[in-house]
């Protein structure tokens, strides 16, 4: 019994390490880091967060898509004076040469509907679909629920 939990601590402690450090590529495109912040029951939402960065020429991406929600739509925002507006978007441009970053208080993803409860340290597919580029199906670590990469504190 001690054995096995040994062996859970050291797989969950390498499950975290390996958390922070995935990424994945479709041609020109590469797709950094893809995680959700944890939800609990009483939240129907949540989001889900990357980096894209375009080695090639412009695109743009037209849309996502998982199981773990009823619908997941692109959306992005932003902050007018004190009130906070989220604005559903069509698709999200990523130009040639740039990285675009979808991460919380801005560009995101949006899951709607959630299906059950995102938990800290699970994981789930996530398909992307670029005008150019085509499909990439990406691993979406769950992390906690304060998770920020590369975000300013202070919104």
């Given at each position: 019994?001690?054995?096995?939990?040994?062996?859970?601590?050291?797989?969950?402690?390498?499950?975290?390490?390996?958390?922070?450090?995935?990424?994945?590529?479709?041609?020109?495109?590469?797709?950094?880091?893809?995680?959700?912040?944890?939800?609990?029951?009483?939240?129907?939402?949540?989001?889900?967060?990357?980096?894209?960065?375009?080695?090639?020429?412009?695109?743009?991406?037209?849309?996502?898509?998982?199981?773990?929600?009823?619908?997941?739509?692109?959306?992005?925002?932003?902050?007018?004076?004190?009130?906070?507006?989220?604005r559903r978007l069509d698709a999200v441009d990523v130009p040639a040469g740039q990285t675009v970053e979808l991460k919380p208080g801005a560009l995101h993803v949006m899951l709607v509907g959630l299906k059950a409860p995102l938990q800290q340290g699970d994981h789930f597919p996530m398909t992307l679909?670029?005008?150019?580029?085509?499909?990439?199906?990406?691993?979406?670590?769950?992390?906690?629920?304060?998770?920020?990469?590369?975000?300013?504190?202070?919104?």
């Open positions: 019994m001690k054995l096995t939990s040994l062996l859970a601590t050291v797989a969950l402690s390498a499950a975290t390490v390996l958390s922070h450090a995935h990424s994945f590529q479709l041609g020109a495109i590469s797709i950094g880091h893809p995680y959700a912040r944890a939800t609990t029951a009483a939240q129907p939402t949540g989001g889900a967060y990357l980096t894209l960065t375009n080695k090639g020429a412009d695109d743009r991406l037209l849309s996502a898509s998982a199981d773990v929600a009823k619908s997941v739509e692109l959306h992005r925002m932003t902050m007018e004076g004190d009130v906070m507006h989220m679909k670029f005008e150019k580029a085509g499909e990439v199906t990406v691993q979406v670590n769950v992390e906690a629920a304060d998770a920020m990469h590369d975000m300013k504190h202070g919104m």
